[in-house]
Each structure stands twice: as C-alpha cells, then as structure tokens.
C-alpha cells in the first residue's frame, strides 16, 4: 500500500481508538507514524541485505518493541499512534503483497500475495479509505488541525516525503512508482502538509 492508503488507515485505526478511549490526537504525528515503517525504502540504500522493503522495519516485533516504552510512559494516551502503525502491518501490506511479519523469528513472508500493491483492487481500494478518511476528517474537524501553528507540524516533512517519493519515481522497491490514480490524492495531501509547515514557519518568524 501506498503513503495515501496507510494515512487512510492509521487514521482511521488512529480516530477509532482515540474516541473509544477519550483521548486526543496529535493529527501530525498520527499521520506520520502511520507510513514510519517505510523508512526501509530510504534504509535500503544504506544496507539492501538487512533493510529489505517490508522486513524488519514492519516486524510485529520491532513496532511493539519501539511502541512499549511510549506506552509505558504515555499510556493510554499512546495506544492510538500504536493502532495507527499497527495498521500499516496488519492492514495496509498484509493484503497487498505480504510482508515478514514475524521478522526475526521467522523470514517468512505472510500476506496475500496475489493481491499486488499496483494493482486495479489495491489502488481502487486505497482511494475508497482516503475518501473516507479525509471525510471523517473534515466533519470531526480534526483536518482543520493541520491548518494550524503546532511544534510537530515539522513532522510532517517525513509524511511529505513519503508521499513525494513515489509521485516523483524516487526510492528503492517496487513501490517506488506511483500509480496515476493515485496522483490527485498524492498531490492534495502534498499540499495539505507544505501549507501546515509553511503555517508553523510563518508563526516561528513572527
């Protein structure tokens, strides 16, 4: 799955158990913890033997182990961000090619190989989940936090990239090439992020 559906999902997982246990998001962060295990794409060219796309990065065991000092210390108050990159996993590449889950207990890929991330189901389905996302969003104004001065709209520079890198063609993968559908929503979201880092710079010089 591409940037736009792990969005979609991590805010989703994200909204869902934010409201179930009354807490507030941080929208910034939210998004960019949803597509943080894609720092392999990045990684990859460092070591493309360890940093495989979709390997250790995407672990059960290496999200969990990187989430329990956050919800030891945060608590509850944590648990959506952990949904939210949990959905990554579980979700987003899980149905779209698979992934080694178990990473590094087994090297084994599990998933639903069939289903390619570039396929017509795959970017069909991820445009459905923007749409529903961003509607969420709108209605529960929680889009409307992106359009405001906050310390962690700098975050959004690695959710910027993530979008940017397969608009423009650049990563290691097979999901370095965005598919055209893909592009408007890419595109909205690109300018959604470069709008809440602009608003931030303005209010730091002013």
């Not at 929503?185 to 690109?190: A, D, E, V, W």
Request: charged share 10%.
């Amino acid at each position: 799955m591409y940037a736009i559906g792990h969005f979609a999902l991590g805010y989703l997982f994200g909204k869902g158990s934010s409201k179930t246990l009354k807490t507030k998001l941080n929208m910034p962060l939210l998004l960019v913890v949803s597509v943080i295990p894609d720092i392999d794409l990045i990684l990859q060219f460092v070591d493309p033997a360890l940093f495989m796309h979709r390997g250790p990065t995407h672990a059960l065991f290496t999200l969990t182990a990187v989430a329990i000092p956050f919800l030891i210390i945060y608590r509850k108050l944590a648990v959506p961000y952990y949904a939210a990159v949990l959905s990554h996993s579980l979700i987003g590449d899980f149905f779209t090619g698979g992934l080694e889950l178990f990473w590094p207990f087994s090297q084994g890929w599990f998933g639903v190989p069939s289903i390619q991330v570039s396929s017509l189901p795959s970017v069909t389905t991820e445009i459905i989940l923007f749409v529903l996302a961003f509607a969420i969003m709108f209605r529960t104004r929680d889009l409307h936090a992106l359009l405001k001065p906050s310390n962690y709209n700098w975050t959004l520079l690695i959710a910027f990239g993530a979008v940017l890198g397969p608009l423009t063609d650049v990563g290691a993968g097979y999901e370095s090439s965005l598919p055209f559908p893909l592009w408007i929503p890419s595109i909205f979201c690109l300018v959604l992020f470069a709008y809440s880092i602009l608003v931030e710079l303005r209010r730091k010089r002013g």
